[in-house]
């Protein structure tokens, strides 16, 4: 499979210089600092008893913006930026950047204070998905970039996964919303296994100067099928056997692609070791996911949060400080702030699984200890990384 080169044309610009030219440059820019900022600010609130809005009440608000808020700005981010990579085309940039930025503001905002149906919440969140996915595919279609023509399907998935739960919420769908909200969260993953299984092995090969190892086509599209077909599964109501299968399959085939990479010097690169955790935290939720919605409905809980804060937030906050250095035109070296916020991501996953896991200890504490945690991750990447995120790239070159 071909990896994702990253570089950009060869331009002097006014280096490391703040503003609205520079933040709107390319995609990752304002998703990056918008996703990290709600992300902290949303979990915060959450913890703190803000009850959603009429429309989406509850869990059903958290869920929600956890999905397709936070992790759907990253999404959107990384892909818009790394379009102009695999095709050669200009990147998404300027006025239509903002405009879909704006979207995802909109989307926010409207989840938290709409009341009724969440008529307008649907229209920005949905509309955000599918204009970022004609953003994505205009680009692949002029390139006639076959590889990568699938994604902007994917993320259409997402949209419809969105639309569906959005009109559960509202009682139109006569379903209930945890399945489609379960839905959306496997296609996350499903994002993870494809973008993952491309980036991780050229990030390993290019950090360590050792010989890229070719993964199995065969495995490789189980891998990145499983948490889809899952997700499928899911939002059929389907609680059978098969779906046991499935998400160990998953679990098994991602883990055994992952380890195919692993090699000792990767502990001695924070950009790396922290990738390689977010993407076997995914592998295991898959596995307990299928586990759960099979035999033990108990555990759907931890599953769900396995992947969230493991797999989401642990990776995102990965792929956000490693491709944010290359494409702002620093050093590939974690700042060394950064290891607390990753630390605290780690300590987010381990506390928020535990408190979901079932049994009789109170779980309110450690809720409380995984929502502190993740917001300070979040909010360390925007102290040390929003400046770069809103000037121009110290090296003087576009993007």
């Known amino acids: 499979m071909a990896t994702l080169a990253l570089a950009e044309p060869r331009l002097r610009l006014p280096a490391d210089q703040p503003g609205w030219r ?83 503001l909109g989307a926010r905002a409207a989840a938290a204070l709409e009341t009724g149906m969440p008529l307008v919440t649907g229209l920005f969140s949905v509309g955000f998905l599918l204009s970022a996915a004609v953003a994505l595919a205009l680009p692949i279609g002029r390139a006639r970039n076959r590889r990568n023509a699938l994604i902007p399907l994917l993320l259409m998935a997402f949209a419809v996964a969105d639309a569906a739960f959005l009109l559960a ?6 379903i209930a919303p945890q399945r489609p909200l379960m839905a ?40 990145m099928l499983a948490p889809l077909v899952l997700a499928a599964q899911v939002a059929a ?33 924070p950009l790396l070791w922290i990738l390689f955790g977010g993407y076997a935290m995914t592998a295991l939720g898959l596995g307990l996911t ?8 108990s555990l759907l809980s931890a ?16 792929m956000m400080t490693r491709t944010a250095l290359g494409h702002t035109g620093r050093p590939l070296r974690l700042p060394r702030s950064m290891l607390p916020a990753y630390a605290a991501m ?25 929502a502190t945690a993740f917001a300070l991750s979040l909010l360390l990447f925007v102290a040390r990384y929003g400046r770069w995120l809103v000037s121009s790239r110290a090296d003087g070159l576009p993007g």
């Open 169 to 174: 919420a509202s009682g139109t769908l006569a």
């Open 22 to 104: 520079a933040f709107m440059a390319m995609a990752f820019r304002p998703f990056y600092l918008g996703a990290a900022l709600f992300g902290a600010l949303a979990v915060l609130a959450w913890v703190a008893g803000f009850g959603g809005s009429g429309a989406l009440p509850g869990l059903l608000w958290h869920g929600h913006e956890m999905i397709w808020g936070y992790a759907g700005a990253v999404i959107v981010g990384f892909l818009l930026t790394a379009v102009a990579s695999w095709t050669g085309q200009a990147p998404c940039s300027g006025w239509p950047l903002a405009a879909l930025f704006a979207l995802w």
């Open 290 to 297: 299928g586990v759960a919605v099979s035999l033990a409905p």
């Open 237 to 269: 109501g389907s609680g059978s056997p098969a779906a046991l299968g499935v998400g160990v399959a998953g679990l098994l085939f991602n883990l055994a692609l992952l380890a195919r990479h692993l090699h000792r010097g990767i502990l001695h690169h």
């Open 184 to 223: 959306g969260l496997l296609v996350v993953a499903g994002f993870i296994s494809v973008i993952g299984l491309r980036v991780i092995p050229f990030f390993t090969h290019r950090a360590l100067q050792r010989p890229q190892r070719a993964d199995p086509r065969w495995a490789e599209r189980l891998a």
């Open 346 to 370: 780690l300590l987010a996953a381990v506390l928020r699984v535990a408190a979901a896991w079932p049994g009789e200890a109170p779980s309110a504490p450690l809720l409380h200890a995984a």
């Open 303 to 318: 599953a769900t949060h396995l992947i969230a804060v493991g797999g989401i937030g642990v990776l995102t906050l990965g």
